[in-house]
Antibody, heavy 117, light 105 residues
Framework: QVQLVESGGGLVKPGGSLRLSCAAS????????MSWIRQAPGKGLEWVSY????????NYADSVRGRFTISRDNAKNSLFLQMNSLRAEDTAVYYC??????????WGQGTMVTVSS | IVLTQSPGTLSLSPGERATLSCRAS???????LAWYQQKPGQAPRLLIY???SRATGIPDRFSGSGSGTDFTVTISRLEPEDFAVYYC????????FGGGTKVEI
């Protein structure tokens, strides 16, 4: 079935780095834009970044631009988010999501990132 | 584009009708307005895309409407599983989400 599975979350100190991964299955990964979306504890949803199907286009929220880098490996059906210079306010559940029909139609279960000393 | 949802919390009983609103800070194309449902501890689920099209598997008690800056999702008769948080979202070059409406019993 169509599925997205995130991994790579954990506890990291302020200023540290973390790399998230998202494994896709059940669909032709290379046909779709993919995004990362996060949700701080008890808060709403915040779009973080997207990447086009062939990695031609990327975009970032202002809150992460210059610190986070999105990438993908279509041969391995995988999406990545490299997070550098992490701050306490980056603490959140990070979801990967597929873009289709001008919406996010498939979501992973999320991976928790905690930035704390 | 900033999306403002109202009310913040809606307290209703099963069987009642729920109307959730989403107002955009400027006019948006109806093709790019979506709604999601999120239950505690779960990922969001797509409910409505393109303002009024139901996603796969979404029951017909959910309907969406609107244009320009004002959009609405209506749940005709609340079922116990519908009590959750609902988010509207604009799928633009920098996607944005509304702050959410909690539908509680």
């Amino acid at each position: 079935q169509v599925q997205l599975v995130e991994s790579g979350g954990g506890l990291v100190k302020p200023g540290g780095s973390l790399r998230l991964s998202c494994a896709a299955s059940g669909f032709t990964f290379s046909d779709y834009y993919m995004s990362w979306i996060r949700q701080a504890p008890g808060k709403g949803l915040e779009w973080v970044s997207y990447i086009s199907s062939l990695s031609t286009y990327t975009n970032y929220a202002d809150s992460v631009r210059g610190r986070f880098t999105i990438s993908r490996d279509n041969a391995k059906n995988s999406l990545f988010l490299q997070m550098n210079s992490l701050r306490a306010e980056d603490t959140a559940v990070y979801y990967c999501a597929r873009g289709d029909m001008n919406a996010f139609d498939i979501w992973g279960q999320g991976t928790m990132v905690t930035v704390s000393s | 584009i900033v999306l403002t949802q109202s009310p913040g919390t809606l307290s209703l009983s099963p069987g009642e009708r729920a109307t959730l609103s989403c107002r955009a800070s400027q006019s948006v194309s109806s093709s790019y307005l979506a709604w999601y449902q999120q239950k505690p501890g779960q990922a969001p689920r797509l409910l409505i895309y393109g303002t009024s099209s139901r996603a796969t598997g979404i029951p017909d008690r959910f309907s969406g409407s609107g244009s320009g800056t004002d959009f609405t999702v209506t749940i005709s008769r609340l079922e116990p599983e519908d009590f959750a948080v609902y988010y509207c979202q604009h799928y633009g070059s920098s996607p944005t989400f509304g702050g959410g409406t909690k539908v509680e019993i």
